[in-house]
């Protein structure tokens, strides 16, 4: 075997290392999502302690990755197509590191909940949105692995449908509040939950936009669909004093 | 001039426009804060206005400066300090991005508390945390410039302050809602608008972080310390139905 062939095949090997351990990290995150959801709808306060629990090996693989980039940066020098793998591979694991970090804190707010009386319905639908963020995420790293821009791009809109059950939820959590003060403290979680999840698929919009960018070489053109509009449209948050 | 002198010292010049470039940013993400919490306090929505038009240029940046660290990379190939001075390049104009949209939501939210009857005294109290968060940065930045990493330290340790005035704040919210419901809406936006602004906190600590890694070449080992108990504190966040 050359020499050249050596040092092709063994940085071959380093990036599926490398990948590889990106999807374990997806892995884990996606399980992190939807067992927060789980224990939040369940009231189930082992679960969440786990989630919890978890967490600190999805920090430590974020270390790892980023440790393996810069080592494959030294040593290798990659260029072109090799260099934007390692790029978005930081960016990717960031991501993830930050939406592991969501689940978590779901997890932990969960635990606060159980103790609290429960507010109808609300679980099932925040189970439903972090299902919906879940799913994509699961096709995001599809994406990235099959090197699929044109599913990275299906996914970016289909943010938007997150953004919409926010918004929906947002609505009913003001009206539980306002009906009952008793709700307020419970609801204030449950809120912090949603835009949590809400975030959570931005960030999955953000790794679909890194699959892009890896396949293409160029950062997505259209502006990232913005869904969430409690924070700008008067007609969601209404002056009730008027 | 030997070949040699001439590669690295246009090398030190493309690290010099890039840190150039990263210091612009952290200004306009200074400003951007500052902007941002005084509209709120002084219900300015014209300000606010501004703030949100000015987020455009802070993403354009930070998508210059990956632009940039891109090319250093593919180029000169750097190794070990010069290396990790781009690899931190790259998270902390990622951070600065961030903390630059939460300024912006602040001043989205302000444009919606304009239209609705003031709260008293918690946007006084939202601005002096955010203006604790505003001297973290200026310090952080100056930290990374002087490759201070005491100040880094010191300015990861300052975040608690922080995270305190947070659970002051959410506590007070919490007591506004409840004896009045009709302040519930502008209290939630209230109560996003002090979350976001703990997040600042949050990373300005992981660019302090960055500054740790690039002088010593290890993150630092301690745990950020982690202030925010509103989420894990059952006193805090009391079953108001038991």
Do not use: W
């Given at each position: 075997?050359?020499?050249?062939?050596?040092?092709?095949?063994?940085?071959?090997?380093?990036?599926?290392?490398?990948?590889?351990?990106?999807?374990?990290?997806?892995?884990?995150v996606?399980?992190a999502i939807?067992?927060?959801?789980?224990?939040?709808?369940?009231?189930?306060?082992?679960?969440?302690?786990?989630?919890?629990?978890?967490?600190?090996?999805?920090?430590?693989?974020?270390?790892?990755?980023?440790?393996?980039?810069?080592?494959?940066?030294?040593?290798?020098?990659?260029?072109?197509?090799?260099?934007?793998?390692?790029?978005?591979?930081?960016?990717?694991?960031?991501s993830l590191e930050r939406i592991g970090d969501y689940a978590?804190?779901?997890?932990?707010?969960?635990?606060?909940?159980?103790?609290?009386?429960?507010?109808?319905?609300?679980?099932?639908?925040?189970?439903?949105?972090?299902?919906?963020v879940?799913?994509?995420l699961?096709?995001?790293?599809?994406?990235?692995?099959?090197?699929?821009?044109?599913?990275?791009?299906?996914?970016?809109?289909?943010?938007?449908?997150?953004?919409?059950?926010?918004?929906?939820?947002?609505?009913?959590?003001?009206?539980?509040?306002?009906?009952?003060?008793?709700?307020?403290?419970?609801?204030?979680?449950?809120?912090?939950?949603?835009?949590?999840?809400?975030r959570m698929?931005?960030l999955v919009?953000?790794i679909?936009?890194?699959?892009?960018?890896?396949?293409?070489?160029?950062?997505?053109?259209?502006?990232?669909?913005?869904?969430?509009?409690?924070?700008?449209?008067?007609?969601?948050?209404?002056?009730?004093?008027?």
């Amino acid at each position: 075997m050359s020499d050249h062939q050596h040092i092709v095949s063994s940085f071959d090997r380093d990036l599926e290392t490398i990948q590889a351990h990106i999807m374990k990290m997806g892995g884990m995150v996606e399980r992190a999502i939807s067992d927060a959801a789980r224990s939040l709808e369940t009231r189930d306060d082992e679960l969440a302690e786990e989630v919890r629990g978890r967490d600190k090996a999805i920090d430590a693989l974020e270390e790892q990755i980023n440790q393996e980039a810069a080592r494959v940066l030294a040593l290798r020098a990659p260029t072109a197509r090799d260099l934007r793998l390692i790029l978005t591979v930081i960016k990717i694991s960031a991501s993830l590191e930050r939406i592991g970090d969501y689940a978590k804190n779901m997890a932990k707010r969960t635990s606060v909940l159980t103790r609290m009386s429960p507010v109808n319905g609300s679980p099932a639908a925040l189970r439903r949105m972090a299902r919906e963020v879940e799913e994509m995420l699961k096709d995001v790293l599809d994406a990235y692995i099959q090197r699929d821009q044109d599913l990275a791009r299906e996914v970016m809109q289909r943010d938007q449908d997150v953004d919409q059950m926010y918004n929906a939820i947002f609505r009913e959590f003001l009206t539980f509040m306002m009906e009952d003060p008793r709700n307020i403290t419970a609801c204030m979680h449950l809120h912090f939950i949603a835009k949590n999840t809400e975030r959570m698929g931005d960030l999955v919009t953000a790794i679909a936009e890194q699959v892009v960018y890896l396949v293409s070489g160029e950062m997505p053109d259209e502006p990232r669909p913005k869904g969430d509009q409690t924070s700008v449209d008067p007609s969601i948050a209404p002056d009730i004093r008027a």
